[in-house]
């Protein structure tokens, strides 16, 4: 049976327990999202946002797809306006956009817009690496290997979502320890913008393989503080995303 949500019909999978699968209208039932945890502290922006985003970052709420906040909101048990404020946020991070006459939308993302983003990424991550091993202290160094080494189990268990948001915020910590409060913030908002597609990037398990040891090679360089085989992995991880990416776009 098909169920739907914001405008798009979806039915239950193994993987993931909901899919996405065609454009037509159909009835909401909230047994199709019983998996989904329903916010216990309602006042709490940060929850709601949480949740709303990885929706997004699993394709619960697929590209393209208007965010009902009537039907999200009973999903996650939520109000309009904690909701509201959620949605500002994640227009703000380039995860969604307001459509005249439509709303909200999870934003839908070309494979230009993702070459572009990651060029600017590459050249922020790889500043950051160089600045970060020549003067972070020994502690910061340890604590992106400690957050390596956690993203590691979760590898080793198959739990992606938790792998990825470690993921993720190793490349954060490759750029905030190097000091530099501007390229932080740069990099935080490009980083936002693409991490749908970054995370169904590794859905096939040999691209995942490949993107874990690429990793191992960066933490290798790191220990070291050998800033440029850091900076060379880290563009050659870069530009491998594209080809990770683009098939399933």
């Known amino acids: 049976m098909l169920h739907a949500i914001c405008g798009v019909n979806f039915a239950p999978c193994a ?20 998996d989904v945890p329903r916010i216990v502290r309602r006042t709490l922006h ?5 949740q709303l985003r990885d929706m997004i970052i699993e394709g619960r709420l697929a590209p393209g797809a208007r965010i009902n906040e009537g039907q999200i909101g009973t999903i996650l048990g939520v109000s309009r306006t904690p909701l ?12 969604v956009e307001i459509a005249p006459a439509k709303g909200a939308i ?3 993302f070309t494979e230009q817009d993702l070459i572009e983003i990651l060029q600017v990424l590459k050249v922020i991550e790889q500043l950051g690496v160089r600045l970060t091993c020549a003067q972070a202290s020994d502690e910061t160094i340890a604590g992106i290997c400690d ?3 956690r993203m590691m189990k979760l590898y080793k268990a198959g739990n992606r979502l938790e792998y990825f948001k470690l ?5 954060t910590s490759f750029v905030q320890a190097s000091g530099n409060a501007v390229l932080a913030e740069m990099h935080e908002t490009l ?3 693409i991490k749908r597609l970054r995370y169904v990037g590794n859905s096939e398990p040999s691209k995942w393989a490949r993107a874990v040891a690429e990793h191992e090679e960066m933490i ?3 220990k070291k503080r050998d800033a440029n085989r850091l900076a060379e992995v880290v563009g050659q991880h870069l530009d491998a995303t594209v080809d990770r990416v683009k098939d399933v776009m």
Do not use: C, P, Y
């Open 15 to 34: 993987a993931t327990g909901i899919r996405f699968v065609t454009e037509n209208d159909a009835a909401l039932t909230s047994d199709s999202f019983e």
């Open 46 to 50: 940060s929850e709601v946002l949480n």
């Open 84 to 95: 509201r404020e959620a949605i500002k946020s994640l227009v703000s991070e380039g995860l």
């Open 106 to 108: 999870v934003r839908r």
């Open 147 to 149: 957050l390596h080494d």
């Open 167 to 171: 993921n993720q915020a190793i490349h």
């Open 191 to 193: 980083q936002a913008r």
């Open 220 to 222: 290798a360089a790191l």
